[in-house]
């Protein structure tokens, strides 16, 4: 009986001096954006954040990590944060896909693990209706004599190496092709470029005087619901520039749904079905499950794309 009494009396005192576990989230959470503030997946970050703040009753706030290293210095931020679900990136493709051969040692190997997907890009590939083309198909036979000279975001991004792959893969080459910080109406009223690929808002206000040609999603783009994807062109080519969250692998499981409850409920929201009447773009919940099938689905296709160019 006695050491019974010892023994309880040892476990009494060892509840009393150590402190309980606090309960996910009991202090501020950051969602890592790695770009400006004021585009798509920053917008809806910041309603995921709203949203989780009421929920929860604890701050949440969006930090956005810009930087000329493109995502990668910011998403190495979250790889090097502690994996309880205060600290989580709210990332495009490339950080999954590209991040762990870009030698940044914080990525590599890849230590996120999505919470799920929640946007993709409305990118397109336009030209002006005064063109002699207005499929992917009349632009490379268009070509053969007359190369076109193509405008885009940066050569790294996914939708701009899909659209090279094209070429080769149609069997025509660009004349010329620059990046440019505003791909729009203007771009190719004024000649600067013959075809862009932008995103379908930043032709919205002159979309009647642009050809689609293609559009670079997996699902239509409710704007321009008749525009043949790039997939349904070449095949091989099914990829698109989306952003979701991602935690460390680590991350505890009741930490990750937590988190994706209140995602996946901002993304049935009024306000980001708004949003996504008025851009484009397309807002949806693809589950953790699912957006693993899509990274590793986007792997293999960029690696196919990179081998394309580079022949």
């Known amino acids: 009986m006695s050491i019974l009494k010892s023994v309880l009396g ?40 709203e ?41 495009v493709v490339d950080i999954p896909v590209v991040g762990p051969e870009v030698g ?7 230590p996120f693990e999505p919470l799920g997907i929640f946007l993709t890009y409305p990118f397109v590939i336009a030209a002006s209706k005064d063109k002699p083309y207005s499929t992917m ?6 070509s053969a004599e007359n190369p ?5 975001f940066g050569a790294f991004l996914l939708p701009t190496q899909a659209t090279f792959a094209a070429a080769k893969e149609m069997g025509f080459a660009w004349g010329a092709e620059a990046s440019s910080d505003a791909l729009d109406c203007n771009s190719l009223a004024s000649g600067d470029f013959d075809v862009v690929n932008t995103t379908i808002q930043q032709v919205l206000p002159c979309l009647d005087k642009v050809n689609i040609l293609a559009t670079i999603t997996e699902k239509p783009i409710s704007v321009v619901p008749d525009a043949p994807s790039l ?28 988190i994706i409850a209140v995602a996946e409920k901002t993304m049935s929201s009024d306000r980001a079905k708004e949003l996504a009447a008025q851009t484009g773009a397309i807002i949806y919940w693809m589950n953790a499950e699912d957006a693993k099938a899509r990274i590793a689905s986007d792997i293999k296709v960029s690696g196919a794309i990179n081998k394309m160019i580079a022949e």
Do not use: C
Request: no cysteine; hydrophobic share 45%.
């Open 104 to 110: 940044v040692p914080a990525l590599s190997p890849d």
């Open 231 to 258: 997939a349904s062109v070449a095949p091989n080519l099914n990829i698109s520039l989306w952003n979701g969250l991602f935690v460390r692998k680590d991350t505890p499981q009741d930490v990750r749904e937590k």
């Open 10 to 49: 040892a476990a009494l005192l060892s509840a009393l001096i150590t402190p309980a576990l606090a309960e996910y989230p009991d202090k501020p959470v950051s969602f890592v954006v790695p770009f400006p503030p004021g585009d798509l997946e920053d917008v809806l970050t910041r309603m995921i954040a």
């Open 137 to 142: 198909q009349e632009l490379a036979d268009y």
């Open 51 to 91: 949203d989780f703040q009421a929920e929860y009753g604890v701050a949440a706030a969006v930090v956005n990590r810009p930087s000329d290293g493109g995502p990668f210095p910011g998403a190495a931020s979250v790889a090097t944060a502690p994996a309880d679900g205060y600290t989580i990136g709210s990332f």
């Open 148 to 152: 076109q000279v193509l405008g885009h």
